[in-house]
């Protein structure tokens, strides 16, 4: 139980464009969706928190317009990297939770791989 | 400042070698503890919640521990197939803070 999926799992695009990733919890409803990045070598770092029906909360510094988040329905999220650059380039992983709070546990996906040329 | 360091940064060790891998946090009225198991390229895969002092929870060879100030997953005669790099993270205000990892390579 508890299978988180994304799409893509890589994606390659040029400067410019958009790119969008979808999460799907696919044998529970999520409550709370969570989406971080992570850089070569570091470890995860929060860009938002989305929840079903709700505008995301953002992470300080990370570009809310740059960055769309949508939580439309309790087992599907999607991030769209809008004008995506080079430095946008990354790994980008989702997690959802079925209960919602921060102490329960977040079942991850596994990951989409972005590089912008 | 609330913080969560793992140690060590990375871990060598031969098949059959039991060793324990570091989670030390510095949070005022912890919520819990997680621990979780990351291969190259793939997402975290969970392994354990700890809640409270003296908790324990084992899984195959993994059994992971919590104190007031750090918890350990200890790995017992580890098998290549346990190598990857092992997470612990903790809830701090609204979101979940990760360590840096332990990057664990078991030798056959």
């Known amino acids: 139980g508890a299978v988180v999926s994304q799409h893509p799992s890589w994606v390659i695009c040029k400067s410019g464009t958009s790119v969008k990733i979808e999460c799907r919890s696919l044998?529970?409803?999520?409550?709370?969706m969570f989406w971080y990045r992570q850089f070569p070598k570091q470890s995860l770092m929060l860009m938002a928190t989305?929840?079903?029906?709700?505008?995301?909360?953002?992470e300080q510094g990370v570009e809310k317009d740059k960055f769309l988040i949508n939580h439309a329905s309790l087992t599907l999220s999607t991030l769209t990297v809008t004008s995506a650059h080079p430095e946008d380039s990354s790994f980008y992983i989702c997690?959802?939770?079925?209960?919602?709070?921060?102490?329960?546990?977040?079942?991850f996906g596994p990951g989409t791989r972005l590089t912008v040329l | 400042e609330d913080q969560v360091t793992q140690s060590p940064e990375a871990l060598r060790l031969q098949e059959g070698e039991s060793s324990s891998l570091n989670c030390s946090y510095t949070?005022?009225?912890?919520?819990?503890l997680f621990w979780y198991r990351q291969d190259p390229g793939k997402g975290p895969e969970f392994l354990f919640t700890?809640?409270?002092a003296g908790e324990e929870k084992e899984k195959e060879r993994l059994k992971a521990t919590l104190t007031k100030k750090e918890s350990f997953l200890h790995i017992t005669a580890p098998k290549p197939e346990d190598s990857a790099t092992y997470l612990c993270?903790?809830?701090?205000?609204?979101?979940?803070?990760f360590g840096q990892g332990t990057r664990l390579t078991i030798n056959p």
């Open positions: 997690s959802a939770s079925d209960l919602g709070g921060i102490t329960d546990t977040q079942y």
């Open positions: 044998d529970f409803q999520a409550t709370t």
């Open positions: 989305s929840n079903e029906g709700s505008k995301a909360t953002y």
């Open positions: 949070v005022s009225g912890l919520r819990g």
């Open positions: 700890l809640y409270s």
């Open positions: 993270a903790v809830p701090l205000a609204q979101k979940l803070v």
